[in-house]
């Protein structure tokens, strides 16, 4: 008489590209935040997300799995940031065809008391590598040691930055609180 | 806990505390997003070995070694030649048909040992077989390659590189199973590039090509 046995079918070994593509896809929100932290239109937010993805599976076979994942996308990130503003700068203006980005002005940030939309305008007003700083230690909450080693700088720059960058803040949220309650 | 900044006030603070909530990316943002990373990785996972360099890779020692062993037995050859030639000089041989040529022993080839031959692969048997394999497959991942060069081209705002890729594409595979793709991505280019007037026209042709694409809304060009 016949019979079956059930036999346990190997496990799937997990692919360089698959586990790639799902440390990806577990920080695909991290990514958008910080990309938007650092001052990308929405409009552009997908296709830097897609270079920082291109930057990170390039070099994930010599990523060490056991560091956090967090600040190496954080680093990878801001110098594209500072790459597409650079290729910015340098190009013609042109009447592009996208839709408005979506982002609330400062005062209108301030009149639906969007907290976090009146973050990202007082942000807007930290210059890029001083707000690189601020948002990985006061936001990300990454030690300032690690910091100054993602961003290449040394720690009494990233300090130095750092307390700049907070005087800055803190400015900017004082002066657009004070132009909201103005109008 | 990181330790703050006394100078921040507890407005500030809390707006930072607010501002650590990382908001979750729209699930068709997230999709999309996703599905363009695979088409990235797509060449890598769907082809990984390319046959006919591998099969050059594993034939090149042999090929060398039997080129090696052909010289060397050809030289041998001649020397064996010309000593015979000089210890018995033999009287002209008579014409020979190729018929008879090919029939016809020869003493000198005789000694020649035959692995001279034998390891080189013969050309016409295993590229035909290869090429008859993997046709299909082969197209796709050529289709992916070029794409992903587009792709990396538009992402590093080179976009007349990526216009010619997309249009190295459209001769290669007018029909390929890519070229929605394509097309979207000559849109998003041309728009990059500044030539409005030229994406306005792709759009339209891809709206009446592709009507129901997914890709349709994204693509509206018209400011």
């Known amino acids: ?183 | 806990m990181i330790r703050r900044d006394p100078s921040y006030d507890s407005d500030v603070e809390a707006l930072l505390e607010r501002g650590r909530i990382i908001v979750p990316v729209p699930d068709v943002v997230r999709a999309r997003s996703l599905a363009r990373a695979r088409a990235i990785m797509g060449v890598a996972v769907a082809l990984p070995p390319k046959p006919m360099l591998a099969w050059w890779r594993r034939g090149l020692p042999l090929a060398a070694a039997a080129s090696v062993a052909l010289v060397v037995s050809t030289a041998s050859a001649l020397v064996a030649f010309r000593i015979r030639a000089v210890k018995d000089p033999a009287p002209p041989a008579p014409p020979m048909s190729p018929a008879s040529a090919a029939s016809a022993p020869i003493p000198m080839l005789v000694q020649l040992p035959p692995v001279a031959v034998d390891p080189l692969p013969s050309p016409a048997a295993h590229p035909q077989r290869l090429v008859r394999q993997v046709p299909s497959l082969e197209s796709y991942a050529a289709e992916l390659d070029l794409l992903q060069r587009t792709q990396v081209a538009y992402a590093g705002h080179d976009f007349s590189g990526a216009l010619a890729l997309v249009a190295e594409h459209g001769r290669r595979f007018p029909n390929g199973r890519l070229a929605e793709e394509r097309e979207a991505l000559r849109i998003r280019s041309l728009v990059a590039a500044g030539r409005t007037a030229e994406a306005n026209r792709a759009a339209a042709s891809f709206a009446d090509r592709f009507p129901r694409s997914a890709m349709l809304p994204r693509l509206g060009t018209e400011p």
């Open chain 1, 1 to 183: 008489m016949g019979y079956v046995r059930l036999v346990h079918s190997a496990s799937a070994v997990p692919t360089q590209e698959g586990t790639c593509l799902d440390a990806f896809k577990h920080e695909l929100d991290y990514v958008f935040a910080t990309l938007r932290r650092l001052g990308v239109s929405p409009g552009e937010i997908e296709d830097l997300a897609q270079e920082v993805f291109i930057v990170l599976y390039r070099n994930w076979a010599e990523f060490d799995i056991t560091r956090p994942l967090r600040p190496y996308l954080f680093g990878v990130a801001f110098r594209i940031v500072c790459a597409h503003r650079r290729r910015r700068a340098r190009e013609i203006p042109h009447p592009t065809l996208e839709t408005p980005d979506g982002c609330p002005s400062p005062e209108g940030a301030l009149q639906s008391k969007e907290s976090i939309a009146l973050l990202q305008a007082a942000l807007e007003s930290v210059p890029l590598l001083r707000r690189a700083v601020l948002v990985m230690h006061d936001l990300d909450d990454v030690p300032i040691v690690e910091v100054a080693k993602t961003l290449s700088i040394s720690r009494f720059g990233a300090y130095s930055r750092l307390r700049k960058g907070r005087k800055e803040l803190t400015g900017a949220v004082r002066r657009l609180s004070r132009e909201g309650a103005r109008r």
